[in-house]
């Protein structure tokens, strides 16, 4: 393989500010509900849906598995709306992230999440595809449901690789 | 403990359409993306969040178990919208609904989840409060944010119990 390689980082929500929101339970919950049972933390994610008829959407993605070191040849951007990702497992799995400059994609980052964090993507962030360490994945995904062009791809000269 | 008993049926699609959807990856996905590595199963929830400024929230609940039998002595719903719960591991939780009858529950039904289920309640479908069956349980949790009261309950004479 060729090209830079990036080393995995732990997911924060500190490192991942930029970029999203880190979809876990941590700090104290907004509410306690259920006589007592269950803390709520309340409306964790910046969902946003733009254009006429547009709106917030529930599918399941189902993903065969990347191995470490794995080859990072693009990235993509969803210009439209956000977009967040739960895994239906504590399986982790790889998030990698890119800063925007000047509408290409910088440096990326990647992050290792752990068990029961998911991410949210903002609108318009760079980012790779879907990438889980174990096959037959599952993930439950909001993102925007409507018409327009909500893709934009960008290949790098020389593909990445990440290293565990 | 007092009340009748209801014995837990495994969660199917079929059973559960009159209440809401079986969050799963099942039959032929509606999309292969990420270069053939992902099967999208394409917007699989009818979420529903009525009254102006209503929007979509995503929330965490980390929830206690229930161990079975379990007492039931309430259900509740939300005439505003519809409410997804997602499942971050892949242990099974306890999903009781109830069908409406003249504006009270009628009896319910109990349903146990497999690993890659999640459920997503109608708008106004009767169901119990969140009962995962492992401690510290995480859901991603897709419902209204807004104003207004979105929430009745309805407290059986006797409770229910409901059996493994």
Redesign the interface.
Known sequence: MTGHSIALESLTSWDFASFGEV???TGN?DMI???G?????????T?EFIGEGA??????????AQSLPCRLSHVERHPLGSQ?F?????DPFVVVVAPDRAGKPGTPRAFLTR??Q?V?YFRNTWHG??APLTDNA?F???DR?GDGNNLEEYFFAEPYLINS
């Open positions: 979809l876990e339970a919950p509900i259920n006589a049972l269950c803390e709520r933390f309340q409306d964790i994610a969902l709106r917030a959407g529930l599918s399941i993605f189902r993903s065969r967040a739960v895994p239906m497992s504590v068990p029961g998911g949210n595809t879907l599952l439950a995904v909001v449901i």
